[in-house]
C-alpha cells in the first residue's frame, strides 16, 4: 500500500515536471516571436513586402510606401543651385498725407496743407536672371518705392533701378549694376506635371535664403486675383509674406515660376500658393526691358464668366464647365477673331496645336505672342473642326508696338529734378518741376506749364523722369489710360489735371 502511494506521488511530481518543461518552452518560443514581430525599426522593406503579398491576392491591395527605385527625394542641388541666385528686396516708400485746411474748405478752394512726410519700408524677394544684373520680382513688391535696394545670398548690397513693371501680371523687372552675378535658368514650366516636387526659394518673414518643398497642386489656376493673368501654377510649398518674387524651381533648379500670392484666411500661409508660370514672366521681363511696356496680344473675342452665370443660372454654369474648349460668346468692336472668320459659338480647342481646355490655358498660351504674330486657332462648330489663321492684335486694334517713351513724348515735356533744400522750403516731399513745354504737347493742351511741380501722378510720388516713365507704362496696360496729376506752380494752391493717353 505505502508502494503504491510512493508510485502515485512520483508519477504526480513527474507529470509537473514535464508540464513546467512544457510551459517554459513554449513561453520562449513565444516571446522570441513576439520580441522579433515588435522590433519596429529593424523590420526591412521585403518583411513589408511579404506583409503586402498576404493582402495582394489578386494584385488588387498594395501598401504604399514613401520610397522608390531611386530613394528619398533629395532637393539639396536644386536648393544649391537656386538659392545664391535669389535676392532680398527692400523697398522704401515715401508718402505724405495731407489736410484740408478748413477756412479754405467752406469758402470753396480746398487747398491740402502738406504734413511731415511718412517712410513706410518694405520687403520681397527676386530673381537674377542674367549675369549683369536684372531681376524679375512682384511689381507689388516694387510699386511706389521711392528706393528698392537689393540683398544678395553673400550679403552684397546694391541700390536697384526699376525697369518696367506690370500690374496686369504682377511682374517688374528691377537692375543691379555688375557683370558677374549668379543666376537662375530658365525651365520650362509648361511641362511640370501635377504632383511633381518643387522648391519655393525666397525670405518669407525677413528670414533671408528659405528654401521650401513642395508639389505641383494644380497648373492654370484662374479667379485667383481680381483682373490681370488667370493661369497661375499652385503649389503647396510654404509660401508666406516676404516669399513675392522668389522664384519657383523644379528639382533640376531650374526658374519655373515667380511666387507671387498665397490664399489665406489669416495673412500665412495655409497651404495654397500660387506663381506667375515662367513662360508668362519670362516674356513680360522680356518686353519690359525691350521696350519698357509689355506687349499683350489679343483675340478680340469674349467668353461666359461662369461665376456670374453661377449665382443666377446654375444649370447654365454646369453646361458651360463641362465644355472641353473656350466658349466664343461674343467679340469686341475691333476683333482679329471675327476677322479671320471665327463666329459666334464656336469652341476654341488649339492655339498653334496646343490643346485648350479652359480659359486660363487660353491666356496662357496668348501671353506668349505680340500684336502681328500670326497664329492658327482650331475651332469646332456643330461637332465639326476648323482651322482659322489669325494675326493677333493690340487692345486698341492694330499691330504696332508701344514703348513706353512714346508717351512720355506724346506729353511733350521736359523735366528738371528738386533739390532736397527747395522740396522742403515748399513743404513737400516728392515733386520734380516741368522744365519745358512742346506747343503740341499733351501737357500744354491741359494747361500745364513751365515751372509747373508735379508731386504725384496717378497717387504715386514722382521725384525722377524714370519715375514719370514707369507710371505711364504702366498707365498705358490700363484700360482706362488715364493720368491723374496733383501739382502746383509755387505759391500757387493745389492742382489736379487729368490727362487721357488713349488718344495718342
Known amino acids: 500500500m505505502n508502494t503504491n502511494k510512493t508510485k502515485n506521488v512520483l508519477f504526480i511530481v513527474l507529470i509537473a515536471v514535464v508540464s513546467s518543461v512544457v510551459t517554459l518552452f513554449g513561453y520562449n518560443v513565444i516571446n522570441r516571436n513576439s520580441v522579433a514581430n515588435t ?29 522608390t527605385s531611386d530613394g528619398y527625394p533629395d532637393f539639396t542641388e536644386a536648393a544649391k543651385r537656386s538659392v545664391d541666385g535669389v535676392v532680398h528686396v527692400k523697398t522704401k516708400t515715401v508718402s505724405q498725407q495731407q489736410y484740408i485746411n478748413p477756412f479754405d474748405f467752406f469758402f470753396g478752394f480746398g487747398d491740402r496743407m502738406p504734413s511731415q512726410p511718412r517712410e513706410r519700408v518694405g520687403f520681397g524677394s527676386g530673381v537674377i536672371i542674367s549675369s549683369d544684373g536684372y531681376i524679375i520680382t512682384n511689381n507689388h513688391v516694387v510699386e511706389n518705392a521711392n528706393e528698392v535696394s537689393v540683398s544678395l545670398n553673400d550679403n552684397r548690397e546694391f541700390i536697384a533701378k526699376v525697369i518696367g513693371t506690370d500690374p496686369q501680371s504682377d511682374i517688374a523687372l528691377i537692375k543691379i549694376e555688375g557683370d558677374d552675378f549668379p543666376y537662375l535658368t530658365f525651365g520650362n514650366s509648361d511641362e511640370l506635371q501635377v504632383g511633381e516636387w518643387v522648391l519655393a526659394v525666397g525670405n518669407p518673414f525677413n528670414l533671408t535664403s528659405t528654401v521650401t518643398a513642395g508639389i505641383v497642386s494644380a497648373k492654370n489656376r484662374s479667379n485667383v486675383m481680381n483682373g490681370g493673368i488667370q493661369s497661375f501654377i499652385q503649389v503647396d510649398a510654404a509660401v508666406n509674406p516676404g516669399n513675392s518674387g522668389g522664384a519657383l524651381v523644379n528639382t533640376r533648379g531650374e526658374l519655373v515660376g515667380i511666387n507671387t500670392a498665397i490664399f489665406s ?13 515662367i513662360s508668362i514672366a519670362g516674356k513680360v521681363a522680356a518686353d519690359l526691358k525691350e521696350y519698357g511696356a509689355v506687349q499683350r496680344a489679343y483675340l478680340g473675342i469674349q467668353v461666359p464668366n461662369i461665376e456670374n452665370i453661377r449665382r443666377n443660372d446654375p444649370e447654365r454654369a454646369r453646361e458651360l464647365s463641362q465644355i472641353s474648349g473656350v466658349l466664343v460668346e461674343d467679340f469686341s468692336d475691333r476683333s482679329a477673331a471675327k476677322a479671320a472668320g471665327i463666329e459666334k459659338g464656336d469652341i476654341i480647342t488649339e492655339i498653334n496645336n496646343v490643346p485648350i481646355r479652359n480659359f486660363g490655358e487660353l491666356q496662357n498660351q496668348l501671353n506668349r505672342y505680340r500684336p502681328g504674330d500670326k497664329i492658327t486657332v482650331t475651332a469646332k462648330r456643330n461637332n465639326r473642326e476648323h482651322k482659322f489663321n489669325i494675326e493677333l492684335k493690340n487692345d486698341e486694334g492694330n499691330t504696332e508696338i508701344t514703348r513706353s517713351t512714346d508717351a512720355l513724348s506724346q506729353l511733350g515735356a521736359t523735366f528738371s529734378q528738386i533739390s532736397s533744400e527747395r522740396k522742403a522750403k515748399l513743404g513737400i516731399s516728392s515733386g520734380i518741376e516741368v522744365a519745358t513745354v512742346e506747343p503740341s504737347g499733351l501737357f500744354r ?60
Open 39 to 67: 522590433s519596429g525599426n529593424t523590420v526591412t522593406s521585403e518583411e513589408i513586402g511579404a506583409y503586402s503579398a498576404t493582402f495582394d491576392q489578386n494584385k488588387n491591395v498594395v501598401l504604399t510606401n514613401l520610397t
Open 265 to 277: 484666411q489669416t495673412g500665412n500661409f495655409t497651404g495654397y500658393a500660387f506663381a506667375v508660370p
Open 445 to 504: 493742351k491741359e494747361g500745364i506749364n513751365k515751372g509747373f511741380i508735379i508731386m504725384r501722378i496717378n497717387n504715386t510720388p514722382v521725384n525722377s523722369e524714370n519715375d514719370i516713365k514707369s507710371i505711364v507704362a504702366s498707365t498705358q496696360n490700363r484700360q482706362d489710360k488715364v493720368l491723374l496729376i496733383a501739382g502746383f506752380y509755387p505759391n500757387g494752391r493745389t492742382q489736379y489735371i487729368a490727362i487721357d493717353l488713349s488718344g495718342q
